[in-house]
């Protein structure tokens, strides 16, 4: 699953348009001479506007002179009012006679009055606002795209969740190891709560803290961290900022426990064509080096967010009997493998295989979704933590990002340290 954005973020709907240059066409470029039957020339632009030098132009419109020239068989100028009035004032002497109300009417037959124009501008208007609010809540409602967008530009993401001050953190160690389930070196990142302190070397006790196993004996319980598309195990500090977070937890007096990230690539969690299989990892070279530091692995709890998210669900469906509760934040999920982001799957059969989206929960594993109503993996999480009969849930104003997963962790957290308390 991809992180940042997973995917997604299907980010904010824009108004596209179209850029074109400039009509560099005038007017008056490109005039066309059309001369009548009688050979006079008649001024027309080449895009059909009269032309302004007072000739009549193709259509018989009157020009500026409001005169216009017709040539009689004989080839002899005949001057008329463009209307067919009488001949115009000076031209034979007789005064021009008035257009008589019929007339008038007639003439005005066909031409839109002011009132038609305004009303059916008003209508036009009001019809394509409806269009549009009708087109807004479509996509709203996602049955057209762009659903994250627009609500991303009518919600926004919401405050970023902002790390905790003022705590005393607990030891956060970083190790780098070779991976023969990956074929790669690969880096395991360890947050403690406070109190807690890795083994050193040599076996000695950590002054002024304790070992993975507590003073009663009771082995440190743990929560695997899986990161998102394009992030790595260092997420868990540098992004997440959760040694902070999981030291305010504790101070307000959740049960407490480890959290482990290992770098898994752009794997999506699962075994690939190409022989990477960062689940064998997690199972094979992970938990036991972690069982080394003295925590509990027989049963652990897994947080993760996009393709981390998906990676936790994964998981648990495959191995209930080792993973107690999965607390997921905007996990990458889709319907079918033609919806899936490119590289996520090796193929269709792949995809069938490790599917998590319409497979139901797994047998004793507690659920928690969370994900940001502009998240554009917001709709298939509704649609898994109904499927999962999510214990608890978080769909608040959100988008996939940092701020968004920080915002939602402090409430994962207490939820995460029931489960494994239980």
Known sequence: MRSGLGPEQRSTPRAV???????????????????????????????????????????????????????????????????????????????????????????????????????AGAGAVLGVAGLAAAASGAVYEGWLPGRPRLIRAMEGCGAPGTPPTGVSEGPVTTTTFRSAARGRDVSLVVA???????????????????????????????????????????????GLAAPAYLAAATAAGIAPFALA????????????????DPEKMLLDE???????QGM????????????????????????????VAV????????????????????????????RVLGVGPARGVTYRIDCGNADPFSRPAHELATQLGAAERGFPVGCHDFGFWRRQLPTQLAFLARTLSD
């Open 327 to 354: 607390a997921a934040s905007s996990p990458a999920v889709w319907d079918g493998y033609r919806d899936a982001a490119p590289g996520a799957f090796d193929s269709a059969a792949d995809f069938a295989a490790n």
């Open 192 to 238: 403690y709560p406070p109190g807690y302190a890795p083994p050193p070397v040599g076996g000695a006790g950590a002054a002024g803290g304790r070992r993975g196993t507590g003073a009663s004996g009771v082995r440190l319980p743990l929560c695997l961290v899986l990161h998102g598309r394009g992030g790595s195990a260092r997420d868990l500090a540098a």
């Open 17 to 119: 348009g179209g850029t074109g240059g400039p009509d560099d066409t005038h007017p008056l470029k490109g005039a066309a001479r059309e001369h009548p039957a009688g050979g006079a020339a008649g001024g027309r632009t080449a895009d059909g506007a009269p032309a302004a030098d007072g000739a009549r132009t193709a259509h018989g419109a009157r020009t500026a002179r409001g005169v216009a020239r017709e040539h009689s068989a004989d080839g002899t100028a005949d001057e008329r009012e463009a209307d067919g009035g009488p001949p115009a004032s000076g031209s034979t002497g007789v005064p021009p006679r008035l257009p008589s109300l019929q007339e008038r009417l007639r003439a005005e037959e066909g031409r839109p009055s002011r009132r038609r124009v305004l009303v």
């Open 286 to 292: 992970v938990l036991p080096r972690l069982a080394a």
């Open 296 to 323: 509990r692995v027989d049963r652990f709890a897994v947080l993760g967010w996009s393709m981390g998210g998906y990676g936790g669900l994964l998981l648990a469906r495959r191995h209930p009997d080792r993973v």
């Open 261 to 276: 990230a290992v770098d898994g690539g752009e794997t999506y969690w699962h075994r690939r064509a190409d022989g990477d």
